[in-house]
T-cell receptor, first 111, second 113 residues
């Protein structure tokens, strides 16, 4: 089993739809969680950090469930520009500096 | 402008040759990382360094080597021992704290012919 697993996708949704991605992690001692966005053939860029209390940034909402060891990303009112691959990232609770990336979930928003 | 740069963007090499990928940052970050990404897959950690003159192996270090002689620079050498070197290589840096995000360079696409 992989340390970080994501919904395999791809997700194909119409503009304006709400879409949710899940990501599960196996290390219960994990401390920090992030969602990155990666456009085709580009580098990943931070979309948002995920806090224990959940957090929202405009149309994006991230949730953390430590008991079930998963994080989620909800995108409301999808735009064409949201089409990308979304990577889940988990970091340990030590200063080892070693992040683990999921394989990503690809989202395509269609007109 | 502060940022992280990688060069070259595209690199072609013959099988059996060593090649060095450049990564430079002027963000004053202590930690730097090298990842490899294959098509349809996530990033896999090759090496990372939390401080100058120190580095640790990641999950797939075999066939690669690094150095960290300066805070700003973390070059990666892909040696002839790496069996499948063709991939997208990404360098990243961060403040040396587990809660902080990593900033990525634009990547180098290496193709071994």
């Amino acid at each position: 089993r992989k340390e970080v697993e994501q919904d395999p996708g791809p997700f194909n949704v119409p503009e304006g739809a709400t879409v949710a991605f899940n990501c599960t992690y196996s290390n219960s001692a994990s401390q920090s969680f992030f969602w990155y966005r990666q456009d085709c053939r580009k580098e990943p860029k931070l979309l948002m950090s995920v806090y224990s209390s959940g957090n929202e940034d405009g149309r994006f909402t991230a949730q953390l469930n430590r008991a079930s060891q998963y994080i989620s990303l909800l995108i409301r009112d999808s735009k064409l520009s949201d089409s990308a691959t979304y990577l889940c990232v988990v970091r340990p609770n030590t200063n080892a500096g070693k992040s683990t990336f999921g394989d990503g979930t690809t989202l395509t928003v269609k007109p | 402008d502060g940022g992280i740069t990688q060069s070259p963007k595209y690199l072609f090499r013959k099988e059996g040759q060593n090649v060095t990928l450049s990564c430079e940052q002027n963000l004053n970050h202590d930690a730097m990382y090298w990842y490899r990404q294959d098509p349809g897959q996530g990033l896999r950690l090759i090496y990372y360094s939390q401080i100058v003159n120190d580095f640790q192996k990641g999950d797939i270090a075999e066939g690669y080597s690094v150095s960290r002689e300066k805070k700003e620079s973390f070059p990666l050498t892909v040696t002839s021992a790496q069996k499948n070197p063709t991939a997208f290589y990404l360098c990243a840096s961060s403040i040396a704290d587990r809660a902080n995000e990593q900033f990525f360079g634009p990547g180098t696409r290496l193709t071994v012919l």
